[in-house]
């Protein structure tokens, strides 16, 4: 009756469009009013403000904060012109470039849909230019962005630690680390697809001259300088004429860069003193994931700390050495990055609620039996987990989904005898294939909005991707030692 109640509420409020958020407080109040009465709503204030009260939790708004800066100071744009003049001029090169600058940017950013604002103002447009489809660049840089909660500092693997400590505890340098392998799998995958795709080679040769004009712009290469939405303003909601963009409240640049900048034309490799200089320029960003991943590692920081000291090194390299943040952006930055934690933290609020009376009336373990019960085949039941967190990540944020699914799925993978950390990372990837899996598909929408190009469109381009996806999905379940090995290594 009380699982009638609550799932039946929740996925009626999704049909009819309430966000997931809402969706989830208002079906847990359902079922503490039907089992228990208006009196046992007492202890439902208690569980939400525990909730997101955790210390542990703290780690996010300060990552966030961090990710906001970084992206706002042309770090992005750094990271980009590096990873050209050192594999732009291979076969495939800018496709690579691509995939070397979002790996090298989810460990900044923790976030899928901030890695694909960030960079695919810049690389879907040269993308096209040098004969991709606009659908295969969109996909490309949408799949690209899936490693953005997969690498540390990712805050789905901090989400995952909280929910699951209930069932085993699991240190986050753990699971930051056990990402890695992983995240490289995936980006070695998305290559190998890219590297293959169809390119339209008389567009190739008609636009063999032609100029990237957006993005690098803060370089220091061009005497244009580069401005936010508005001249001068960037918006934490919507898009200006003038090309930023702000998606999910995060702040994001489409930069102007000089009409001779090389980036995807390169038919050799930069020289060494060029590829040193952009070495020298996006040393600010390639140290925020050595600050973070060194000080935990290295026994200085806890993860919490090291989200804090993140946040004040960007803001010291944004407003005293690159100085490209200004002390008038500072306000605004601050609020961006609120208004993102604040949003984190009233889902985790409401889905923790939701947990809460699935843990209390024994709903997660009597479909963990039944579950159980279905077969005697521990591959058949991993596949059927899997299968219900893709679809589930379909339509449901991480940090929702792990609130919703850790009860009810870690018991029975713990029982199956799956370690902590694998079903850590499979899960996660899981959730991270549905950021570019329609009907929703968050990354791959942020992406077709960049190409102005229709979400169909876009949805058209991401099979093989989302193909590959799966092969590391797969890969990564039924091989422990993928996610445990780097881990085991440092003795985490």
């Given at each position: 009756?009380?699982?009638?109640?609550l799932?039946?509420t929740?996925?009626?409020l999704?049909?009819?469009?309430?966000?997931?958020?809402?969706?989830?407080?208002?079906?847990?109040?359902?079922?503490?009013?039907?089992?228990s009465?208006?009196?046992?709503?007492?202890p439902?204030?208690?569980?939400?403000y525990?909730?997101?009260?955790?210390?542990?939790?703290?780690a996010?708004p300060?990552f966030?904060?961090?990710?906001?800066i970084?992206?706002?100071t042309?770090i992005s744009?750094?990271?980009?012109d590096?990873?050209?003049?050192?594999?732009?001029?291979?076969k495939?090169?800018?496709?690579?470039t691509?995939?070397?600058t979002?790996l090298?940017?989810?460990?900044i950013?923790?976030s899928g849909p901030?890695?694909?604002?960030a960079?695919?103002a810049?690389?879907?447009?040269?993308?096209?230019?040098?004969?991709?489809?606009?659908?295969?660049a969109?996909?490309l840089?949408a799949?690209a962005?899936?490693?953005?909660i997969?690498?540390?500092?990712?805050?789905a693997?901090?989400?995952?630690?909280?929910?699951?400590?209930?069932?085993e505890?699991?240190s986050?340098?753990?699971?930051f680390m056990?990402g890695v392998l992983?995240?490289?799998?995936?980006?070695?995958?998305f290559?190998?697809?890219?590297?293959y795709?169809?390119r339209h080679m008389?567009?190739?040769?008609?636009?063999?001259d032609?100029h990237v004009?957006?993005?690098?712009?803060?370089?220091?290469?061009?005497?244009?300088?580069?401005?936010t939405?508005?001249g001068?303003t960037?918006s934490?909601?919507?898009?200006?004429?003038?090309g930023?963009?702000?998606?999910?409240g995060?702040i994001?640049?489409e930069?102007t860069?000089?009409?001779?900048a090389?980036v995807?034309?390169?038919?050799e490799?930069?020289?060494?003193?060029?590829?040193?200089?952009?070495f020298?320029r996006?040393?600010p960003?390639?140290?925020?994931?050595?600050i973070?991943?060194?000080?935990?590692y290295g026994?200085?920081?806890?993860p919490?700390?090291?989200?804090?000291?993140?946040?004040?090194?960007a803001l010291v390299?944004?407003?005293?050495?690159t100085r490209e943040?200004?002390?008038?952006d500072?306000a605004?930055?601050?609020t961006t990055?609120?208004?993102q934690?604040?949003?984190?933290?009233?889902?985790?609020?409401a889905a923790?609620?939701?947990a809460?009376?699935i843990?209390?009336?024994?709903?997660?373990?009597?479909?963990?039996e039944?579950?159980?019960?279905?077969t005697?085949?521990?591959?058949?039941?991993?596949l059927?987990?899997?299968l219900?967190?893709?679809?589930?990540?379909?339509?449901?944020?991480a940090v929702?989904?792990?609130?919703?699914?850790?009860?009810?799925?870690?018991?029975?993978?713990l029982?199956?005898g799956?370690?902590?950390?694998?079903?850590?990372?499979?899960?996660?990837?899981?959730l991270?294939?549905?950021?570019?899996?329609?009907?929703?598909?968050i990354d791959?929408?942020?992406?077709?909005g960049?190409?102005k190009?229709p979400?169909?469109e876009?949805v058209r381009?991401?099979?093989?991707?989302?193909?590959v996806g799966?092969?590391?999905?797969?890969?990564?379940t039924f091989i422990?030692q993928?996610s445990?090995?780097?881990?085991?290594?440092m003795?985490?």
């Amino acid at each position: 009756m009380i699982e009638a109640v609550l799932f039946g509420t929740f996925l009626v409020l999704l049909f009819v469009g309430v966000p997931v958020t809402f969706s989830m407080g208002i079906a847990a109040f359902a079922a503490i009013l039907v089992s228990s009465g208006v009196s046992a709503f007492n202890p439902a204030a208690g569980v939400m403000y525990a909730s997101m009260s955790s210390e542990t939790l703290l780690a996010i708004p300060f990552f966030i904060l961090a990710g906001v800066i970084m992206e706002l100071t042309g770090i992005s744009a750094r990271l980009i012109d590096l990873a050209d003049k050192c594999v732009g001029h291979r076969k495939s090169g800018l496709a690579l470039t691509t995939i070397l600058t979002a790996l090298l940017f989810s460990s900044i950013s923790g976030s899928g849909p901030a890695t694909v604002a960030a960079l695919g103002a810049i690389l879907i447009p040269a993308l096209a230019k040098h004969g991709y489809s606009k659908r295969h660049a969109a996909s490309l840089v949408a799949s690209a962005g899936e490693m953005g909660i997969v690498l540390p500092p990712s805050i789905a693997f901090i989400v995952f630690a909280v929910v699951a400590s209930e069932y085993e505890r699991i240190s986050i340098a753990r699971l930051f680390m056990a990402g890695v392998l992983p995240g490289v799998l995936l980006a070695l995958a998305f290559y190998l697809v890219a590297r293959y795709l169809p390119r339209h080679m008389d567009q190739m040769k008609e636009n063999a001259d032609a100029h990237v004009r957006k993005g690098l712009g803060r370089l220091g290469m061009a005497g244009v300088p580069t401005t936010t939405a508005g001249g001068g303003t960037a918006s934490p909601g919507g898009a200006s004429p003038s090309g930023a963009r702000a998606t999910e409240g995060v702040i994001t640049l489409e930069e102007t860069i000089d009409p001779n900048a090389q980036v995807g034309r390169r038919t050799e490799r930069a020289p060494w003193p060029e590829i040193g200089r952009a070495f020298l320029r996006a040393v600010p960003g390639l140290l925020v994931p050595v600050i973070i991943l060194g000080g935990i590692y290295g026994g200085i920081f806890t993860p919490t700390e090291s989200a804090a000291v993140a946040a004040v090194y960007a803001l010291v390299v944004g407003l005293a050495l690159t100085r490209e943040l200004k002390l008038r952006d500072v306000a605004r930055v601050f609020t961006t990055a609120g208004v993102q934690s604040s949003r984190i933290m009233i889902i985790i609020a409401a889905a923790s609620l939701f947990a809460y009376v699935i843990t209390r009336n024994r709903i997660a373990s009597r479909v963990s039996e039944q579950i159980l019960a279905i077969t005697d085949s521990t591959v058949l039941i991993i596949l059927l987990v899997n299968l219900s967190l893709l679809i589930a990540g379909m339509f449901l944020d991480a940090v929702s989904a792990f609130y919703l699914f850790v009860p009810i799925f870690v018991p029975v993978l713990l029982e199956l005898g799956m370690d902590i950390t694998t079903i850590g990372v499979m899960m996660t990837i899981n959730l991270a294939l549905g950021l570019v899996t329609p009907p929703v598909g968050i990354d791959l929408f942020v992406a077709a909005g960049i190409a102005k190009i229709p979400f169909s469109e876009a949805v058209r381009g991401i099979w093989p991707f989302l193909g590959v996806g799966l092969l590391v999905l797969l890969l990564i379940t039924f091989i422990p030692q993928l996610s445990n090995w780097l881990p085991d290594l440092m003795g985490l």
